[in-house]
């Protein structure tokens, strides 16, 4: 039963939420081997460089909102222009 308790996984959302605040500032570069870095050095788990990637996808996601969005928003920006 103890077993259970040993092993710790991290999922995408759980890395995205930590790595969301790292990627407000645009200027700074933050890859996926950054991200595995830091990872295990504050929480001491290990993810692979596909989760990595895909948490800094979905945190990006989350600051910045889908591509989608932006040209569901262009209408009215051309109407203002005019």
Request: charged share 30%; glycine share 4%.
């Amino acid at each position: 039963m103890d077993r259970v308790f040993e092993q710790h996984h991290a999922t995408i959302a759980f890395v995205s939420a930590i790595t969301a605040s790292k990627l407000v500032n645009y200027k700074r570069i933050i890859t996926p081997s950054k991200i595995i870095e830091d990872i295990k050095r504050e929480l001491g788990l290990d993810i692979d460089y596909m989760k990595a990637r895909r948490a800094k996808e979905s945190a990006l996601q989350i600051l910045r909102g889908r591509p989608a969005n932006g040209y569901k928003k262009m209408p009215t920006y051309i109407y203002v222009e005019t």
